[in-house]
């Protein structure tokens, strides 16, 4: 397009360069916009993450920070907390999460520890909680079973950083 409107110039058409101008700066700040808005979502998803996760270890009760998690770690939730992973509920008291950021349910969703069929809706998995959801209500026993970008929120994030604008033109 910049090649374009030197061209026009050269060629004396002066308001077919203006125009075209015009629409390059347009597309610029379409551009630049899309951009901010990616980058916001990404902060969103980045404020939901849980910073401290309470595991077992060793048989003991133990506080660690949620990047520290592996796959395996025994992790224990009770309302207002953060789900710090992606975890395959084992042990549940009353426990209801919030999953609104994954699912756009509004409601918490009554959670479990029974098995369910290999291939169930990610709405539908009461024996998991996913990492950046909140424990509403309840408590319960966790095994991380996916961290960091392989969980659902992190396959969220991923995918939201590879869109490319489209241009308008």
């Known amino acids: 397009m910049l090649f374009a409107a030197v061209v026009t110039l050269l060629m004396q058409h002066y ?10 700066v347009i597309n610029a700040l379409i551009g630049y ?5 990616a980058n916001d979502a990404l902060e969103k998803i980045k404020q939901m993450l849980s ?13 660690v920070r949620a990047r520290e998690l592996v796959l395996g770690d025994v992790v224990y939730l009770e309302a207002g907390d953060n789900v710090p992973a992606d975890l395959r ?10 999953e609104s950021s994954l699912t756009g349910e509004a409601d918490s969703v009554e959670k479990s520890d029974h ?6 809706p990610l709405a539908e998995q009461t024996n998991m909680a ?5 424990v509403t209500n309840g408590s319960g026993l966790g095994i991380v ?13 991923t995918s939201v950083q590879a869109v490319k604008p489209k241009s308008l033109l």
């Open 130 to 134: 996913f990492a950046s959801t909140g």
């Open 33 to 37: 916009m899309q951009e901010v808005n």
């Open 15 to 24: 308001s077919d360069a203006i125009v075209i101008g015009i629409v390059i």
């Open 115 to 120: 098995m369910l069929p290999e291939i169930t």
């Open 145 to 157: 079973v996916q961290i960091g970008a392989t969980t659902e929120i992190g396959k969220i994030s």
């Open 51 to 63: 910073a401290e996760a309470t595991v077992y270890r060793a048989g003991k009760r133990q506080t």
């Open 89 to 98: 509920l084992v042990d549940t008291d009353n426990l209801r999460i919030q």
